[in-house]
């Protein structure tokens, strides 16, 4: 039986997600993009398995499936979607499609179904593979699922969505430090769904409520519940009292008398993060070194600001649904840099609250940057707006690429690597203009 396996998927990034995935679980992986490549690949290796997705452009799962079956009849095909309705499901099942999986895709059930099929590589063969797709792509395996809460654009949330995921596959329990206000909610839906209970009620109590019977009651019923997430979440950890945290390590070591199906249940702890290290110490040493090991910790707000962006869009849009009126959605270039420049101290929090205060304005034209500061409690809007705000940010940005690299900010513009045809004319940073001009409106 030929060891390897084939990922289409029209949409690249989870194209390499599912390969690296593979690779990374002990397989070995090839993908595309097109289906008419898929069909080459057939043609010219063999493989064990395909990975396919349904909704493609040209020729669908369905119409692939055909094809590669007239080639190779035993072929077992795995087709992934999260849009199939009944018609195509019938179709692709009187075409003897191997499985049917939804996307958000159960990692583990998956990785589970492909072990049906395919024998995992040596562990020795596996770390040349990973190697080599590393070398290749200049940087570590980018490997962790599509996120579909959290914002991911920017390298500190991208990073933060990789340790985080990296975690969850080592213990059932996580450390996880946020700021205040930040998306702990947001981190304990992805994780959620990273174990298969996309869509379920999660159990989210207090550290000072764990140890009331009713609550250790709920958790000590999860294993037999099959409408409610399998994991759960604790908030204000770092306060915790000793009693609290010797309660807690006997529930995340599955101690019979508390869980007798405890390794059914995941734990995630949030922590304060600029809290922890004042408390945790004197309460437990013990419990404060296993946090130190395995913490993982999400930036601030204030060092993300396109992730801000996607926040403030995705809310004002869906607060201006609810009103019936789009317009309340619209910002002015000067309120754009207002927010931009805001610092967020209260983060995700305070997102959604300004976003639902915007839209909350009785206004018939975009949000105008004296509205916008009046909202964020500052005296006055910025008198530079949207382009000067760019400007501060973009000088901020390559004095601290030069500071890191201890270079001239010459220097850090050619390690930038900023495409040629955009680099300014001139690298003093008084003169110098825009680098992304089309960042603003019109």
């Given at each position: 039986?030929?060891?390897?396996?084939?990922?289409?998927?029209?949409?690249?990034?989870?194209?390499?997600?599912?390969?690296?995935?593979?690779?990374?679980?002990?397989?070995?992986?090839?993908?595309?993009?097109?289906?008419?490549?898929?069909?080459?690949?057939?043609?010219?290796?063999?493989?064990?398995?395909?990975?396919?997705?349904?909704?493609?452009?040209?020729?669908?799962?369905?119409?692939?499936?055909?094809?590669?079956?007239?080639?190779?009849?035993?072929?077992?095909?795995?087709?992934?979607?999260?849009?199939?309705?009944?018609?195509?499901?019938?179709?692709?099942?009187?075409m003897d499609v191997t499985l049917v999986l939804e996307k958000p895709l159960d990692i583990k059930a998956f990785i589970n179904h492909v072990r049906r099929f395919v024998h995992p590589i040596s562990d020795e063969e596996r770390s040349k593979?990973?190697?080599?797709?590393?070398?290749?792509?200049?940087?570590?395996?980018?490997?962790?699922?599509?996120?579909?809460?959290?914002?991911?654009?920017?390298?500190?949330?991208?990073?933060?969505?990789?340790?985080?995921?990296?975690?969850?596959?080592?213990?059932?329990?996580?450390?996880?430090?946020?700021?205040?206000?930040?998306?702990?909610?947001?981190?304990?839906?992805?994780?959620?769904?990273?174990?298969?209970?996309?869509?379920?009620?999660?159990?989210?109590?207090?550290?000072?409520?764990?140890?009331?019977?009713?609550?250790?009651?709920?958790?000590?019923?999860?294993?037999?519940?099959?409408?409610?997430?399998?994991?759960?979440?604790?908030?204000?950890?770092?306060?915790?009292?000793?009693?609290?945290?010797?309660?807690?390590?006997?529930?995340?070591?599955?101690?019979?008398?508390?869980?007798?199906?405890?390794?059914?249940?995941?734990?995630?702890?949030?922590?304060?993060?600029?809290?922890?290290?004042?408390?945790?110490?004197?309460?437990?040493?013990?419990?404060?070194?296993?946090?130190?090991?395995?913490?993982?910790?999400?930036?601030?707000?204030?060092?993300?600001?396109?992730?801000?962006?996607?926040?403030?869009?995705?809310?004002?849009?869906?607060?201006?649904?609810?009103?019936?009126?789009?317009?309340?959605?619209?910002?002015?270039?000067?309120?754009?840099?207002?927010?931009?420049?805001?610092?967020?101290?209260?983060?995700?929090?305070?997102?959604?609250?300004?976003?639902?205060?915007?839209?909350?304005?009785?206004?018939?034209?975009?949000?105008?940057?004296?509205?916008?500061?009046?909202?964020?409690?500052?005296?006055?809007?910025?008198?530079?707006?949207?382009?000067?705000?760019?400007?501060?940010?973009?000088?901020?940005?390559?004095?601290?690429?030069?500071?890191?690299?201890?270079?001239?900010?010459?220097?850090?513009?050619?390690?930038?690597?900023?495409?040629?045809?955009?680099?300014?004319?001139?690298?003093?940073?008084?003169?110098?203009?825009?680098?992304?001009?089309?960042?603003?409106?019109?």
């Amino acid at each position: 039986m030929a060891e390897k396996i084939l990922v289409l998927d029209d949409e690249q990034n989870y194209a390499e997600m599912l390969r690296d995935l593979l690779v990374q679980e002990g397989f070995r992986a090839d993908m595309v993009i097109r289906p008419l490549d898929a069909l080459k690949a057939l043609d010219a290796e063999e493989y064990a398995l395909v990975v396919a997705d349904y909704k493609m452009p040209i020729m669908d799962g369905a119409d692939f499936m055909e094809k590669a079956r007239s080639r190779l009849p035993n072929l077992p095909i795995i087709m992934v979607s999260g849009l199939m309705n009944t018609p195509e499901l019938v179709k692709v099942a009187n075409m003897d499609v191997t499985l049917v999986l939804e996307k958000p895709l159960d990692i583990k059930a998956f990785i589970n179904h492909v072990r049906r099929f395919v024998h995992p590589i040596s562990d020795e063969e596996r770390s040349k593979t990973i190697e080599a797709l590393e070398s290749a792509v200049d940087g570590p395996l980018n490997i962790h699922p599509p996120l579909h809460h959290l914002a991911e654009n920017t390298e500190g949330s991208r990073r933060f969505a990789q340790q985080l995921w990296d975690a969850s596959r080592i213990d059932h329990y996580l450390f996880v430090g946020v700021p205040s206000g930040g998306e702990a909610e947001l981190v304990t839906c992805e994780l959620s769904d990273w174990l298969g209970f996309a869509g379920l009620p999660i159990h989210q109590f207090t550290v000072g409520q764990i140890e009331s019977l009713e609550v250790l009651q709920a958790i000590r019923d999860l294993p037999g519940q099959s409408q409610v997430s399998k994991l759960v979440a604790v908030t204000d950890f770092g306060e915790a009292t000793r009693s609290q945290i010797e309660l807690l390590q006997k529930l995340i070591a599955a101690d019979p008398k508390f869980l007798p199906n405890g390794r059914e249940v995941s734990w995630v702890f949030y922590l304060d993060i600029a809290r922890y290290p004042q408390l945790l110490p004197e309460t437990s040493p013990e419990m404060f070194n296993l946090v130190k090991k395995h913490l993982v910790v999400l930036p601030a707000l204030r060092d993300r600001l396109v992730d801000v962006a996607a926040y403030l869009k995705q809310h004002l849009e869906m607060f201006a649904a609810r009103e019936e009126n789009a317009m309340r959605a619209k910002l002015s270039p000067a309120a754009i840099a207002v927010l931009l420049d805001h610092g967020w101290p209260g983060n995700y929090a305070e997102v959604v609250d300004v976003a639902r205060r915007i839209v909350a304005v009785q206004r018939d034209t975009p949000l105008t940057g004296l509205q916008a500061a009046e909202l964020l409690g500052h005296a006055e809007a910025s008198a530079a707006g949207l382009g000067g705000y760019l400007l501060k940010r973009q000088r901020e940005f390559i004095e601290e690429s030069a500071r890191r690299a201890g270079a001239t900010p010459e220097a850090a513009l050619k390690n930038l690597k900023i495409e040629p045809s955009l680099m300014p004319k001139s690298s003093n940073l008084d003169d110098m203009g825009l680098i992304y001009p089309d960042l603003l409106p019109g």
